[in-house]
């Protein structure tokens, strides 16, 4: 079975399917796994629709699942598979200088007692978020 | 508001006597694959970032109010002189005071970065450097799930990718044993910096000089 991490999504995808380097997804474990749909303008999430290239359409499509490997490079996004696993990692993308980080991206992590923090749940006041370590 | 993350791949046991005795009132977080790091590119702890009410990012990732001095720390004893501690407390008392002045003072503060600072001190994200931090997480995944052999080259090949990560190799060292990021092979690797920086310099108006202390 394989894992699939996604960006801060970790899922267990029963149904995936590997062919020849590349993770196939049918639409219903695409939309758990990574948040994107297929529509009819191309991938979508959220408000962002990213299309298909037209003249290569069949490596990204093929029989109602998608080429989650082939995505994730054409959105720039680094892929690693370790295959005695069977986990895939989809990390963030690349970002190029001239598309500087302006706004805050956003997470959701646990504190001691588990309980989730997500940090757009504190917009309307300043933050100051600053990491430490034990070791 | 103060929000803390702990860079912390053994979870949340790891971070607990530390956060237990500073009792903070603000939300500690813990974060098990290096998520915030990752997000914000960051190398090293403790990094910080000031975001304002909008979610608008007014200081990108920069150490926060760290010094150099603390490297000419006695590595038996732990202890350092009073002038070094005293340089390190300047520095801190200095950040600290301007994070004040932005509480105050909102986005007119001297501290509060204009977009265009902002766009200059946080560059890109390169593709290497993105596939650094995707080894990681592949390694910090096999390594919560017992296949710490397994692991090991995916934390190789991110500290390779990406060698000024002090994250990167200081936690890969606690993983084998929890007294090593703090041990001979840091040392070691301090050592090799020479003239070179360990944090980054912070640019900020008011801050104490800090150039890295005389080779040991």
């Given at each position: 079975m394989a894992t699939v991490i996604y960006e801060q999504r970790e899922s267990d995808v029963p149904t995936a399917r590997t062919d020849d380097g590349n993770l196939w997804l049918n639409l219903t474990d695409l939309a758990a796994a990574t948040g994107w749909e297929l529509k009819p303008e191309g991938v979508c999430r959220g408000e962002l629709c990213v299309p298909i290239p037209p003249?290569?359409?069949?490596?990204?499509?093929r029989d109602d699942a998608v080429n989650l490997s082939r995505f994730a490079k054409h959105l720039g996004q680094p892929v690693i598979h370790d295959a005695g696993h069977d986990v895939w990692v989809f990390g963030e993308a690349a970002r190029p200088d001239t598309s500087p980080m302006l706004t805050a991206p956003d997470f959701t992590l646990p504190d001691l007692d588990g309980r989730e923090h997500t940090l757009s749940d504190?917009?309307?006041r300043k933050v100051f978020l600053a990491t430490w370590a034990s070791w | 508001m103060v929000i803390t993350v702990a860079m912390d791949t053994a979870g949340a046991d790891a971070a607990?006597?530390?956060?237990?005795?500073?009792?903070?009132?603000?939300?500690?977080?813990?974060?098990?694959?290096?998520t915030v790091a990752?997000?914000?590119?960051?190398?090293?702890?403790?990094?910080?970032?000031?975001?304002?009410?909008?979610g608008r990012i007014v200081r990108p990732t920069e150490p926060a109010g760290t010094s150099e001095a603390w490297r000419i720390m006695d590595?038996?004893?732990?202890?350092?002189?009073?002038?070094?501690?005293?340089?390190?407390?300047?520095?801190?008392?200095?950040?600290?005071?301007?994070?004040?002045?932005w509480v105050a003072n909102?986005?007119?503060?001297?501290?509060?970065?204009?977009?265009?600072?902002?766009?200059?001190?946080?560059?890109?994200?390169?593709a290497e450097e993105a596939l650094a931090y995707a080894n990681f997480r592949m390694a910090v995944y096999l390594h919560c799930h017992g296949e710490t052999a397994a692991a090991a080259p995916y934390f190789?090949?991110?500290?390779?990718?990406?060698?000024?990560?002090w994250n990167f190799r200081r936690q890969a060292w606690s993983l084998e044993d929890p007294m090593k990021a703090g041990g001979q092979e840091f040392w070691a690797a301090v050592d090799e910096l020479g003239d070179d920086r360990y944090y980054p310099e912070i640019e900020m108006a008011g801050l104490p000089d800090d150039p890295p202390p005389a080779k040991q």
């Open positions: 003249d290569d359409s069949a490596s990204f499509v504190y917009r309307g | 607990r006597p530390w956060i237990e005795a500073a009792k903070p009132a603000h939300p500690s977080l813990i974060d098990q694959c290096h990752t997000l914000y590119n960051m190398v090293n702890v403790p990094s910080a970032v000031w975001i304002d009410e909008e590595r038996t004893s732990f202890t350092m002189p009073p002038e070094t501690l005293s340089a390190i407390g300047a520095r801190r008392r200095a950040y600290t005071t301007a994070i004040h002045d909102g986005n007119s503060s001297v501290h509060a970065l204009a977009p265009a600072d902002v766009a200059r001190r946080a560059p890109g994200v390169s190789a090949e991110a500290k390779r990718l990406r060698p000024e990560s």
